[in-house]
């Protein structure tokens, strides 16, 4: 079985900063292509940023110049920066990959970790 586990939500001033990461753990062969997902209320989950495994990486325009991507192969872990925060980007951010494990090959999700940004 394969899981993956966000953290380094919490709350941010508009402007400030946050780093959410996401690890993953099991039974791993190959991680493809991870990527982050948001949910504000009463909104549909939207791709925030994703990477492939040879480093690809795509950014929704709302988060342009403000948000990176990376993530660390020998440690199954993946990061969001998450600079120059806005109201707009409070949300629950989810991790997704696609991930070989010793049974299949098949898209996890984390459970999600809140974001939330105030004055």
């Known amino acids: 079985q394969v899981q993956l586990v966000e953290s380094g939500g919490g709350l941010a001033q508009p402007g400030g900063s946050l780093r959410v990461s996401c690890a993953a753990s099991?039974?791993?062969?190959?991680?493809?292509?991870m990527g982050w997902y948001r949910q504000a209320p009463g909104k549909e989950r939207e791709l925030v940023a994703s990477?492939?495994?040879?480093?690809?990486?795509k950014l929704a325009d709302s988060v342009q110049g403000r948000f990176t991507i990376s993530r660390d192969d020998a440690k199954n872990t993946m990061y969001l920066q998450m600079n120059s925060l806005k109201p707009e980007d409070t949300a629950v951010y989810y991790c997704?990959?696609?991930?070989?494990?010793?049974?299949?090959?098949?898209?996890?999700w984390g459970q999600g970790t809140q974001v939330t940004v105030s004055s």
């Open positions: 099991g039974s791993i062969v190959r991680i493809y292509d």
């Open positions: 997704n990959a696609e991930v070989n494990s010793e049974w299949s090959l098949r898209t996890y």
């Open positions: 990477i492939s495994s040879g480093g690809r990486i």
